[in-house]
């Protein structure tokens, strides 16, 4: 008789948690499980194959996959295309500097698109300072338009971006 009331109280604490699992997603609630971390989210999204890919060569997934917070300036796969061919293939033949133009599109920490409008620059992870600046109200870092921003992943920020930046 024991065996079977433990049997039937788990049961029903597993049908509850999985209750509340489906109530939280169908919300849109934040469940803490589950969000993505900066290469999940830019993978998910769709329009960042290249940069994805390149940071692939370059080694870069896991920093970006892992528990320190980061802002990535993320261009397109149409901001990609407007890199001359040339200029993409010696990349991806120059690990070094492949992850030098990949670090100068990264800024250690979370900074949202408000926080980023009251700097002048901020420093990469490349080493060298991206200039940010507010024309028209739209939010310009290192010659790029920023076309959408905060996206938020579990481990930071991105600002998709109009071009690819060169330090």
């Known amino acids: 008789m024991k065996r079977i ?3 039937a109280l788990l049961t029903i604490a597993v049908a509850a948690g999985a209750a509340t699992a489906t109530v939280s997603a169908a919300s849109g609630a934040p469940s803490g499980m589950g969000q993505k971390n900066l290469v999940q989210t830019a993978v998910a999204a769709g329009q960042f194959k290249t940069l994805a890919s390149l940071l692939s060569k370059a080694g870069l997934v896991k920093t970006l996959e892992g ?3 980061f802002t990535v300036f993320a261009p397109t796969d149409a901001a990609f295309a407007k890199v001359p ?3 993409l293939i010696a ?3 120059n690990k070094a500097k492949l992850r030098a133009v990949l670090l100068y599109h990264v800024v250690k ?3 949202t698109a408000a ?3 009251k700097l002048h ?3 990469t992870l490349e080493g060298k300072s991206l200039p940010i600046h507010v024309k028209g109200g739209k ?3 290192g010659g790029a338009t920023v076309t959408k921003a905060n996206v938020l992943a579990s481990n930071g920020v991105i600002h998709v971006i109009n071009k690819v930046l060169i330090p």
Do not use: M, N, P, Y
Request: hydrophobic share 40%; charged share 25%.
């Open 109 to 111: 920490g979370k900074v």
């Open 115 to 117: 926080q980023a409008r």
């Open 67 to 69: 528990t320190g917070r």
């Open 5 to 7: 009331s433990i049997v």
């Open 85 to 87: 061919k040339a200029t």
């Open 139 to 141: 939010l310009i870092v």
């Open 91 to 93: 990349l991806g033949k």
């Open 121 to 123: 620059s901020a420093k």
